[in-house]
T-cell receptor, first 109, second 117 residues
Framework: GQNIDQPTEMTATEGAIVQINCTYQ??????LFWYQQHAGEAPTFLSY??LDGLEEKGRFSSFLSRSKGYSYLLLKELQMKDSASYLC??????????WGAGTKLIIKP | GAVVSQHPSRVICKSGTSVKIECRSL??????MFWYRQFPKKSLMLMAT?????????EQGVEKDKFLINHASLTLSTLTVTSAHPEDSSFYIC?????????????FGEGSWLTVV
């Protein structure tokens, strides 16, 4: 079966760095997405990885290892506004998105 | 970047009536649109996938006759909740992409809060 695993909740301190991991098992692979979702709002796109390696975009970076079925989202210089849920989603061979349950990130001052 | 617009953002309707939610891709042609439902503090639940010009593919457990999806053009898909009941109250989100082009990002609309009273 297809499955995406990510931690349910994480806590970090303002100004620090946090890494949110995601492992996946899917029928084929056409890329991995990370989205941010604030409570009561729709998800917003953060990153897309289809090749192995690290993609850096400002304070956020995303890493992918296809051989390990593993990705992480790295958030640096954490700000209070980064408190949100972070959704990992994998696109399978039929271009369908398989969603993780999301990781709730709590930022403390 | 690409923008997907969803309307209305909030709607209250009486039990037994129908309500339509629109999803538009504003600056790209969306060959595929997805409709999700999300309950509080839960992850997205895919309801159906619609491809332009063809019937929507519904996920298991989603009533086709209750949640009518139309994808008449490359920029517009609609979700109609028919004979709405209080248990249909939820956050409905659409997303759109060009699924015939690998690597294209999926963009989300702003979401629609439906309250059935």
């Amino acid at each position: 079966g297809q499955n995406i695993d990510q931690p349910t909740e994480m806590t970090a301190t303002e100004g620090a760095i946090v890494q949110i991991n995601c492992t996946y098992q899917t029928s084929g692979f056409n890329g991995l997405f990370w989205y941010q979702q604030h409570a009561g709002e729709a998800p917003t796109f953060l990153s897309y990885n289809v090749l192995d390696g690290l993609e850096e975009k400002g304070r956020f970076s995303s890493f992918l290892s296809r051989s390990k079925g593993y990705s992480y989202l790295l958030l640096k210089e954490l700000q209070m506004k980064d408190s949100a849920s972070y959704l990992c989603a994998c696109m399978d061979s039929n271009y369908q998105l398989i969603w993780g349950a999301g990781t709730k990130l709590i930022i403390k001052p | 970047g690409a923008v997907v617009s969803q309307h209305p953002s909030r709607v209250i309707c009486k039990s037994g009536t129908s309500v339509k939610i629109e999803c538009r891709s504003l600056d790209f042609q969306a060959t595929t649109m997805f409709w999700y439902r999300q309950f509080p503090k839960k992850s997205l639940m895919l309801m159906a996938t619609s491809n332009e010009g063809s019937k929507a593919t519904y996920e298991q457990g989603v009533e086709k006759d209750k949640f009518l999806i139309n994808h008449a053009s490359l920029t517009l898909s609609t979700l109609t909740v028919t004979s709405a009941h209080p248990e249909d109250s939820s956050f409905y989100i659409c997303s759109a992409g060009q699924m015939d082009k690998p690597g294209n990002t999926i963009y989300f609309g702003e979401g629609s809060w439906l309250t059935v009273v």
